[in-house]
Structures are given as structure tokens and as C-alpha cells.
């Protein structure tokens, strides 16, 4: 034992022990998120909110990386993102009804075709957001082979969709 009562590390030098320093939830825009299961470089939060348009419940993960509590300024910017999010969905479906369109997505005539519908073949939007300021909009359900097995992926610059991509086991 060393002389502050506790075993001595094997290694010689203490991992530091992050688990008891983060808090179990955190809230943000009255929305109480809960400490999720990450690997251990990472915090994740989960929660699930209504849009603001009241019409539809979604989800909303916090992510900080490596592993402490949210800053003040990563969780304002999360409010912000709850605050508008139905602007933000819509945002990310034209951004996609557009985009992909591109023939590096490799969507079938059929799929295309969908782009043209009033209702894009994405649905259950959630969002995602880092610590270092940028997030994304999930879309968990589609028909298009994009999609499978986890959805699309919209990934947002501030307030303007710059990115999409049908997310595989890989990422």
C-alpha cells in the first residue's frame, strides 16, 4: 500500500478516473440529457425532445471528446440547435433532395425519382453535436440503400447543411 492507503499502480502512473467526473445528465433548452454508455475517450449524452413545432419528438446527443463535462458555450450552442431545429431538418432535407442527386451516391432511377416526391424518403431526424462546436442531422429511417443499416448523415458548418452521407458499420 502506498502511504495514501490506496493499492500502488501496477504501470507506475494512474489512469485518472473520468467516470466520476462527469455528471449523469446535463439539460439543455429544459431537455434533461442522460449520461450514455462510450468508450472510455469519450462522454456521450442522449435525450429526446419535441421540435419546436411541437409535432414530433426527436433525439439529441451530446458528444465531447476527449471525456469531461460539456462547457457552457458547447451547451448554448446545443440550445441553440434544439431551439431551431425543425428549420434545421428542413434545411438538411433540401440540402439532400439536392445533393444527392449526384451520381457519386449511386441512388437507383427509382431512388432519384423519390427526390421529386413532397416528402423526402427520410424520416426520425435527431441530432448530434461535438464539443468542438460542429454537429450534424441524423435521418434514422429511409428507403434508400444510402441508408442502410444507420441512416444519413447531414453534417452542418453553423447553420448551413455542407455535407451528406449514408453512414455503414464503419464510422
Known amino acids: 500500500m502506498s502511504d495514501s492507503g490506496a493499492p500502488p499502480s501496477s504501470s507506475g502512473t494512474e489512469e485518472p478516473r473520468v467516470d ?5 445528465t446535463v439539460r439543455i433548452a429544459g ?8 468508450p472510455p475517450s469519450l462522454a456521450c449524452w442522449a435525450g429526446d425532445f419535441m421540435e419546436p413545432a411541437g409535432a414530433v419528438e426527436t433525439g439529441i446527443s ?3 471528446e476527449p471525456a469531461a463535462p460539456p462547457e457552457e458555450a458547447t451547451l448554448q450552442f446545443a440550445h441553440d440547435i ?17 445533393r444527392l442527386r449526384e451520381s ?10 423519390w427526390l421529386d416526391l413532397p416528402e423526402l424518403p427520410l424520416a426520425v431526424p435527431e ?9 450534424a442531422i441524423r435521418f434514422t429511417e429511409s ?15 453553423g447553420t448551413r447543411p455542407v455535407d451528406v452521407e449514408g453512414i455503414d458499420d464503419g464510422q
Open 127 to 135: 441530432a448530434i453535436v461535438w464539443a468542438d462546436r460542429t454537429w
Open 31 to 38: 431537455v434533461v440529457l442522460r449520461r450514455v454508455e462510450s
Open 104 to 113: 457519386h451516391f449511386g441512388l437507383t432511377t427509382e431512388e432519384l425519382a
Open 143 to 157: 428507403r434508400l440503400r444510402l441508408a442502410d443499416p444507420y441512416g444519413v448523415l447531414v453534417t452542418f458548418d
Open 20 to 24: 466520476a467526473e462527469l455528471p449523469e
Open 82 to 98: 434544439v431551439s431551431r431545429f425543425d428549420v434545421f431538418a428542413d434545411q438538411a432535407l433540401e440540402y439532400c433532395r439536392t
Open 62 to 64: 451530446l458528444v465531447i
